[in-house]
């Protein structure tokens, strides 16, 4: 599970100048995912989403500081305690609160440790690259053993010396996410000059944070060729996490479980790159580029070359991997098992997805606050808040409908308009088709609203009433 990267950053979703032959290999074998979409554009909510089945909203998980507590439902806890020993390669900050990844695994942190995570940034701050959070070329020596060469040299020591079975395995890795930065031979893999340019920002400006955001960051200073060794460089790293794919199935393979384990490749949430004149992310963001997800799942009952061109999710991870270990959720989720689609593509799963993000104007006191790079993106929330106003958006067949909560709504037509450019809400046209998408957005929302815990409280507190002498 790389972090931040987009579908079509991966050869095997149509990008011809990408280099992932181990993911290309692995949707080879099994099912590739064409219309998976994350269900926020942010890390720690969209990662809690995946652990739970539960949209962002239904527990309030839309933060980078509320995490999953000891008493809520989580994959790695429920397959656990199931019978499975799970190993987590590493440890995430992002996902969970203190205490509950020991109390979900059986093992987690590393076998060998990580010396660096990211090199110090060669730009001084007023440099553009040093607000396009670029790096560049990574000397060898500081790319030894970062972060994600760690995790992975954990998930190949651990395989080697023998799991015990059953087994879930997790290895969440940091790359690609910004800096962007990577050491040979995969920082020179991509040819600039070949990479193409970023989408334009939208012909109405779009929502209030794209041009906030490119104001302050002050993009308009990168050239075409500064974007392209930006791209390059992102690719590069996603090629790297590629390779350690590759290693650890690989692993697999050396320990004999191959033929019995479920592959599975997913991020969290894409990446601007560069589009509409951004870089990163933006919790309220919903293009196309930030939530469609380079889902692939192989193994054993999974159909070979298998297409699904359908709409998933990313909630409906946990049930398929429930199903697949013969285990039961033991709280309300909202995800749907995939195995019909693995098994055929051609299933229909969902006739849309949704996405969400955002905050209320009320909550701007718990917003995060950051140093260097990321002061100004984390200022421009507290300066400005109806720039990361709430958001719920629904993606159909046709169209795409964003509904903000403080700014007008988005309309565009999938076909005519992949890139999300020319926003339709409004047009007399397009009233009754706003209005029905609106609707489903309130149906979703108001279907979804909290989740009832399975276990009763006692109505009567006797324990208390003991205490007290009544």
């Not at 944070?209 to 060729?225: P, W």
């Not at 270990?325 to 195995?339: D, I, N, Q, V």
């Not at 629904?394 to 450019?421: C, G, I, K, M, Q």
Request: hydrophobic share 35%.
């Amino acid at each position: 599970m790389p972090d931040q990267l987009r579908a079509d950053a991966v050869g095997c979703f149509g990008n011809p100048l990408a280099h992932t032959p181990n993911v290309d290999a692995l949707a080879a074998r099994g099912t590739r995912f064409e219309r998976a979409y994350a269900q926020h554009s942010v890390c720690g909510p969209s990662r809690v989403s995946i652990m739970t089945g539960w949209y962002p909203h239904v527990r309030g998980h839309r933060t980078l500081t509320h995490l999953l507590k000891p008493w809520e439902p989580n994959l790695l806890r429920l397959l656990k305690a199931s019978g499975y020993h799970v190993a987590h390669a590493g440890l995430r900050g992002d996902t969970f609160a203190a205490g509950v990844t020991k109390d979900s695994t059986d093992r987690f942190g590393f076998a060998v440790r990580p010396t660096t995570l990211f090199m110090k940034s060669p730009y001084p701050p007023e440099h553009p690259f040093a607000r396009a959070y670029y790096h560049g070329k990574r000397p060898d020596a500081a790319a030894v053993l970062d972060f994600d060469e760690a995790c992975t040299r954990t998930a190949e020591a651990w395989l080697a010396e023998g799991l015990p079975e059953p087994w879930l395995l997790y290895v969440p890795l940091v790359f690609p996410h910004p800096p962007f930065e990577v050491e040979e031979p995969w920082y020179s893999l991509h040819p600039r000059a070949r990479l193409p340019a970023p989408v334009e920002p939208p012909r109405d400006g779009g929502p209030r944070y794209v041009g906030a955001l490119r104001a302050r960051h002050d993009t308009a200073r990168l050239s075409r060729e500064d974007w392209a060794e930006l791209k390059g460089t992102y690719y590069g790293m996603v090629s790297r996490v590629d390779a350690q794919l590759g290693r650890v199935l690989a692993a697999v393979a050396r320990a004999g479980a191959e033929s019995r384990t479920l592959s599975v490749f997913l991020t969290d949430h894409g990446e601007y790159l560069g589009d509409y004149g951004l870089v990163e992310k933006w919790p309220s963001g919903q293009h196309e580029c930030l939530l469609r997800d380079p889902l692939v799942i192989a193994g054993p009952g999974v159909r070979e070359g298998n297409v699904a061109r359908g709409f998933v999710e990313l909630v409906d991870l946990l049930p398929t991997l429930l199903e697949t270990a013969g285990a039961e959720a033991r709280h309300t989720h909202f995800g749907r098992s995939l195995w019909p689609v693995l098994r055929d593509g051609a299933v229909r799963h969902r006739d849309a997805a949704f996405s969400e993000g955002g905050f209320l104007l009320s909550e701007e006191p718990l917003l995060e606050r950051a140093g260097f790079p990321y002061d100004l993106k984390a200022g421009l929330q507290h300066e400005d808040p109806v720039s990361v106003g709430r958001v719920a958006t629904v993606r159909t067949d046709s169209h795409t409908y964003v509904h903000r909560l403080y700014e007008r709504p988005e309309l565009y037509d999938r076909f005519r308009d992949p890139a999300e450019r020319e926003n339709l809400a409004g047009r007399p046209e397009f009233a009754t088709l706003e209005t029905h998408l609106r609707e489903r957005v309130l149906e979703w929302l108001l279907s979804t609203a909290d989740a009832i815990p399975w276990e009763p409280d006692p109505r009567v507190d006797r324990e208390g009433a003991i205490r007290g002498g009544a």
